[in-house]
């Protein structure tokens, strides 16, 4: 029997288990598992998995631990997708569009390849997506292709902008109608990440209570750091907002970010009013840390420029501290306790002190993922997907995230778990209502 390697499912959802097996091989030999795909930025990212052959002659990675040298460690049968290497770090793993990612798997004996096989992972069948472009409302709008309403969830991206279409699909494929909204970034909507008018994204809770595809009277949010923060502050003010999920969240208005990362201006604006903001010495501090980093060839951390705003500007931090007692839905807090970018767990033991301080009648969940860094999980970090950690822009500076490949990636899988526990114990009522 000449040797054979194949995945099954060929085709599955991203987050979805799959098995990596190969059969007619000399009993206890060594063979490599190599797996690549081509990522949205057209970069090949690899894996490799080195395994002894059983005494049959077979290896199945879903019941294999592979030997020193592999990309990844221990029993894992999504190791060989996770665990996958760019050519550099200089960018993430890019794919943020709905599109169906394609898999090749070669099986070697030394340096020859013996066998391969292709699969593809999706991101969800039977969902309709399209564009939405009605400012000040854009972005993706997903939902499941039965042509019903669905519990509606509104997709808040960080502070870079990036387009969560993919994830929007993914938690389609769920049952949900959900819009990944673009507030600031592209044509039409603010460039830079100030002054953001926050009567906006109260009209995109509007046009999604609106949409015949949407069910019921209010919806979920849900957002990572600057996207956590828009989160709860529109919670905070807006009664068609029920449940709130925000993962590595702040408990306080940042600055805005401007053109050059430039930290002197406001984020938020509501009523043509300016909401008050803890003024950043992110400015100078960073360059300092930025300094630091290049001389000392370490990956800069900003976490603690963040902790010195909270600790010393007390004044300005209460004022621009998130009402959080005024939300009239469930609470879920999520980071990892190896958030490299902010303090996102004492940002959370903020907001649930402020929560029991002021004696809220709602639920909150706080979930913390040990060893996971600033990017936990979905929108961001989707289930199987090479984990964001570090950042290398150039070759002399880098930006350390937090987190490990194995400890990101872990986290994803949870976070998803626990997004989906939190919408389906929310969504209920409005279901149980509808019917």
């Not at 997708?81 to 993430?92: E, I, Q, R, T």
């Not at 907002?241 to 805005?256: C, D």
């Not at 998803?416 to 389906?424: G, T």
């Amino acid at each position: 029997m000449s040797p054979v390697l194949k995945v099954t499912p060929e085709r599955s959802r991203i987050d979805s288990p799959i098995q990596i097996a190969a059969a007619g091989l000399v009993p206890g030999e060594r063979v490599t598992v190599r797996t690549n795909v081509m990522d949205g930025a057209l970069r090949e990212w690899e894996s490799i998995a080195i395994v002894d052959a059983d005494a049959a002659g077979e290896v199945d990675l879903s019941q294999m631990a592979p030997l020193e040298g592999s990309t990844y460690q221990g029993v894992d049968g999504e190791g060989p997708l996770w665990s996958m290497v760019g050519p550099d770090h200089s960018k993430f793993f890019t794919r943020n569009l709905p599109v169906e990612l394609e898999y090749h798997s070669e099986l070697l004996r030394g340096d020859s390849v013996i066998a391969s096989t292709q699969f593809r992972r999706h991101f969800g069948d039977d969902v309709k997506c399209g564009q939405v472009h009605e400012p000040p409302v854009a972005g993706t709008f997903a939902h499941p292709n039965d042509d019903l309403p669905h519990p509606g969830v509104l997709l808040l991206h960080g502070s870079d902008s990036v387009d969560l279409a993919g994830a929007a699909k993914l938690l389609a494929s769920e049952g949900y109608s959900v819009l990944a909204l673009r507030w600031f970034g592209i044509e039409d909507r603010p460039p830079h990440l100030v002054n953001v008018d926050l009567n906006d994204i109260d009209c995109a809770v509007k046009h999604m209570v609106n949409d015949d595809f949407v069910l019921g009277d209010q919806i979920a949010v849900i957002g990572l750091s600057r996207g956590a923060e828009l989160a709860l502050e529109l919670a905070a003010n807006n009664a068609n907002v029920g449940l709130t999920i925000a993962l590595s969240p702040s408990s306080t208005r940042q600055a805005g970010i401007g053109e050059n990362y430039s930290f002197k201006d406001p984020a938020w604006v509501r009523n043509g009013e300016p909401l008050e903001w803890v003024p950043s010495g992110n400015g100078f501090g960073m360059m300092i840390s930025w300094l630091s980093a290049v001389i000392r060839r370490r990956p800069m951390r900003q976490k603690r420029s963040f902790l010195k705003d909270l600790n010393k500007k007390v004044e300005a931090v209460e004022k621009s501290t998130i009402q959080v007692e005024n939300c009239r839905g469930p609470i879920t807090l999520i980071f990892g306790d190896d958030d490299g970018l902010w303090p996102s767990e004492e940002y959370s033991d903020r907001i649930a002190g402020r929560l029991k301080d002021t004696d809220w009648p709602g639920s909150l969940r706080v979930e913390c993922l040990p060893g996971a860094g600033h990017f936990v999980g979905f929108p961001y970090a989707l289930p199987t997907l090479p984990p964001m950690c570090i950042l290398k822009p150039t070759s002399f500076f880098s930006i350390d995230f937090g987190g490990s490949a194995s400890a990101n990636a872990e986290s994803a899988k949870k976070v998803w778990q626990v997004i989906q526990e939190e919408l389906s114990q929310w969504s209920v009522p409005l279901i149980t209502e509808k019917r």
